[in-house]
C-alpha cells in the first residue's frame, strides 16, 4: 500500500524552539507539499517541492523553511516556533501533472 | 485566484438517505478535481479523482461529477450509512501542470445519523 508517512502524530515544543516535521513518501512523486489546517481558515499551503532541492513558496511561508535533499523526503522547519504556530500539519505528494494527491496522516503540533 | 467554495458547510441526514454534495470553483481553467473525506483529527482520504477531460467518476456507492463550464462538481453519496459521517473536502488543481497546487475548500461537514 503506498504511504505517505510523517514522523509524529502528536508534538508538543517550548516557544522559540526548532521544530522538525518530517514526510517520507514511497512512490516516487516529484511534488511533495506541506500544508497547516485550522478551524475556519481551511487548508493552507505553506511550501511545496517539484524536485529535490527545489523549494516554493506557498501562501503562508513566514516562519518556516523547509528542505529536500532526498526525493522521497520533506521536511518542514519551524526555526524558532511560536504559539501561532500551533495547527495541524499535513503532508501530500503527488507526480506531475494530473495525478491526485496522497496526503499523510498529518501531525498536531502543540507551541506553549 | 481560484477560490473553491462547499455548501453547505454541515448537513445531518437519517441512514439511507442519498445525498449530494456541491463544490463550486471561479476559475473554469483546472487541471483535476480531487474529492477528500477527513475524519476527526486524521489526515485526508482521497476518495475521487476526476480529470478535467473527464464529466465523472465513481467509486461504490460515490459518484463525482465535474462540470468545468459551469465551474460546478457535486459528490453523490447513495444510501448513506453512519460511517460516512466525516469532513468532506474538494479541492482543484490549478496553475502548471507540473507544479500546480491544489486549491481547497472548507468542506461539508456530514452526520449520518442510525
Known amino acids: 500500500d503506498v504511504k505517505v508517512t510523517q514522523s509524529s502524530r502528536y508534538l508538543v515544543k517550548r516557544t522559540g524552539e526548532k521544530v522538525f516535521l518530517e514526510c517520507v513518501q514511497d512512490m516516487d512523486h516529484e511534488n511533495m507539499f506541506w500544508y497547516r489546517q485550522d478551524p475556519g481558515l481551511g487548508l493552507r499551503l505553506i511550501y511545496f517541492?517539484?524536485?529535490?532541492?527545489?523549494?516554493e513558496k506557498g501562501d503562508i511561508p513566514e516562519g518556516y523553511s523547509v528542505s529536500r535533499e532526498k526525493k522521497e523526503r520533506f521536511s518542514l522547519i519551524l526555526e524558532s516556533a511560536s504559539t501561532n504556530q500551533t495547527s495541524m500539519y499535513l503532508c501530500a505528494s503527488s507526480f506531475p501533472g494530473w495525478g491526485g494527491y496522497t496526503f499523510g496522516s498529518g501531525t498536531r503540533l502543540t507551541v506553549v | 485566484k481560484q477560490e473553491v467554495t462547499q455548501i453547505p458547510a454541515a448537513l445531518s441526514v437519517p441512514e439511507g438517505e442519498n445525498l449530494v454534495l456541491n463544490c463550486s470553483f471561479t476559475d473554469s481553467a483546472i487541471y483535476n478535481l480531487q474529492w477528500f473525506r477527513q475524519d476527526p483529527g486524521k489526515g485526508l482520504t482521497s476518495l475521487l479523482l476526476i480529470q478535467s477531460s473527464q464529466r465523472e467518476q465513481t467509486s461504490g456507492r460515490l459518484n463525482a461529477s465535474l462540470d468545468k463550464s459551469s465551474g460546478r462538481s457535486t459528490l453523490y453519496i447513495a444510501a448513506s450509512q453512519p460511517g460516512d459521517s466525516a469532513t468532506y473536502l474538494c479541492a482543484a488543481l490549478g496553475g502548471s501542470s507540473n507544479t500546480g497546487k491544489l486549491i481547497f475548500g472548507q468542506g461539508t461537514t456530514l452526520q449520518v445519523k442510525p
Open positions: 517541492s517539484y524536485d529535490v532541492k527545489m523549494k
